[in-house]
T-cell receptor
Framework: GIQVEQSPPDLILQEGANSTLRCNFS?????LQWFHQNPWGQLINLFY???GTKQNGRLSATTVATERYSLLYISSSQTTDSGVYFC????????????FGQGTRLTINP | DSGVTQTPKHLITATGQRVTLRCSPR?????VYWYQQSLDQGLQFLIQ???????AKGNILERFSAQQFPDLHSELNLSSLELGDSALYFC??????????????FGEGSWLTVV
């Protein structure tokens, strides 16, 4: 099946810093979503972005489908941005399910 | 609020017991997905239903079963529970029969602790 690798596994930053999270996937995909899991366990949709670039406030994402990677940018980090960020993909060929990466744990210190 | 409702939010039960987790999808969504999140396995796909029929199956144990009812709500039944079944169980929904082309929204999860 498709492999999804996220980097870095852990990231610790000061409030106000910018960060870039990366998601590499091993095959062509129909669906790519970024999620934020907050400290209470909730999985919050950030972007549906199988290709192209999207922005939502301080967050933006870019997926380069031909090169099989996606980037999530967080600018001017706030403590509420802390949590785990997951990338999930649906492979074009194969079982139709979202496959999740292992996540990037982001800690924003005040 | 994603619009996906899961109950109960927390559940503590003993080994060997059986529990049922319930999910109501977003209005208009026909697909329901179940995922398990444990510390050592990450987020694992269990099973998907589309409009009442099983559509895709993942790493679901034989002790686990699910169904989707005519009103589109779904239940995940976990039986002969073991300590290792302790996890956060998510339900998700989407409009279409497959993840492609659809944003999939997750509920808040059901925390299951087996003691």
């Amino acid at each position: 099946g498709i492999q999804v690798e996220q980097s870095p596994p852990d990231l610790i930053l000061q409030e106000g810093a910018n960060s870039t999270l990366r998601c590499n996937f091993s095959d062509s995909v129909n669906n790519l979503q970024w999620f934020h899991q907050n400290p209470w366990g909730q999985l919050i949709n950030l972007f549906y972005i199988p290709s192209g670039t999207k922005q939502n406030g301080r967050l933006s994402a870019t997926t380069v489908a031909t090169e099989r990677y996606s980037l999530l940018y967080i600018s001017s980090s706030q403590t509420t941005d802390s949590g785990v960020y997951f990338c999930a993909v649906d492979q074009i060929q194969g079982a139709q399910k979202l496959v999740f990466g292992q996540g990037t744990r982001l800690t924003i210190n005040p | 609020d994603s619009g996906v409702t899961q109950t109960p939010k927390h559940l503590i039960t003993a080994t060997g017991q059986r529990v049922t987790l319930r999910c109501s999808p977003r209005s208009g969504d026909l697909s329901v997905y179940w995922y398990q999140q444990s510390l050592d396995q990450g987020l694992q796909f269990l099973i998907q239903y589309y409009n009442g029929e099983e559509r895709a199956k993942g790493n679901i144990l034989e002790r686990f079963s699910a169904q989707q009812f005519p009103d589109l709500h779904s239940e995940l039944n976990l039986s002969s529970l073991e300590l290792g079944d302790s996890a956060l169980y998510f339900c998700a929904s989407s409009p279409g029969r497959a993840p492609s082309g659809n944003t999939i929204y997750f509920g808040e999860g059901s925390w299951l602790t087996v003691v």
